[in-house]
T-cell receptor, first 113, second 113 residues
Framework: GENVEQHPSTLSVQEGDSAVIKCTYS??????FPWYKQELGKGPQLIID?????GEKKDQRIAVTLNKTAKHFSLHITETQPEDSAVYFC????????????FGPGTSLSVIP | KAGVTQTPRYLIKTRGQQVTLSCSPISGHRSVSWYQQTPGQGLQFLFEYFSETQRNKGNFPGRFSGRQFSNSRSEMNVSTLELGDSALYLCASSVADRNTEAFFGQGTRLTVV
């Protein structure tokens, strides 16, 4: 089945700097890659997603890039703010009869004011 | 529009007991997925239901089971609880088309003592 790895596990950046989180996946048939943000005491919330027919997608300060050949995808957050502090999960859809989403282990991002 | 509702929010059970958790999806959402979240294992997929049928199942023992009702509400049951079952159990709903956003509830925090 699908396996998703994520690095780094923790990340601290100064407010205003950029943050980059990288993920790799194992199933070359996966075609959907969402990113979730989880704040303390809350369930994960989708922040951006990308499909395999697209190499890059941007939404304001957040961007995701996908390299299907290398089976890598990355989240880029620019101009970080303290409210960006949270745990971020990458995920990939497993190509079974009905797709299920497999999550990476998460990255705890701290933005230092 | 109401979000995904999980009840109860917190639960304490004794080893050997069983527990039932409930999830009410967003109105109009027909797919419900369950995840177990622990500090060591991250977000682990339990199972997914659509139209009262289990479509996908993760690698959990048979003590973990679920069901979905005709109104799309779902329950999961864990029998013969073990200490290692202590976790945050998250439910997510989606419209059930492939590769669409999953909306998570706040979870049920289960503690087994």
């Amino acid at each position: 089945g699908e396996n998703v790895e994520q690095h780094p596990s923790t990340l601290s950046v100064q407010e205003g700097d950029s943050a980059v989180i990288k993920c790799t996946y194992s199933d070359s048939a996966s075609n959907y890659f969402p990113w979730y943000k989880q704040e303390l005491g809350k369930g994960p919330q989708l922040i951006i997603d990308i499909r395999s027919n697209v190499g890059e997608k941007k939404d304001q300060r957040i961007a995701v890039t996908l390299n299907k050949t290398a089976k890598h995808f990355s989240l880029h957050i620019t101009e970080t703010q303290p409210e960006d502090s949270a745990v971020y999960f990458c995920a990939a859809s497993e190509k079974t009869s009905y797709d299920k989403v497999i999550f990476g282990p998460g990255t705890s991002l701290s933005v230092i004011p | 529009k109401a979000g995904v509702t999980q009840t109860p929010r917190y639960l304490i059970k004794t080893r050997g007991q069983q527990v039932t958790l409930s999830c009410s999806p967003i109105s109009g959402h027909r797919s419900v997925s369950w995840y177990q979240q622990t500090p060591g294992q991250g977000l682990q997929f339990l199972f997914e239901y659509f139209s009262e049928t289990q479509r996908n199942k993760g690698n959990f023992p048979g003590r973990f089971s679920g069901r979905q009702f005709s109104n799309s509400r779902s329950e999961m049951n864990v029998s013969t609880l073990e200490l290692g079952d202590s976790a945050l159990y998250l439910c997510a709903s989606s419209v059930a088309d492939r590769n669409t956003e999953a909306f998570f509830g706040q979870g049920t925090r289960l503690t087994v003592v």
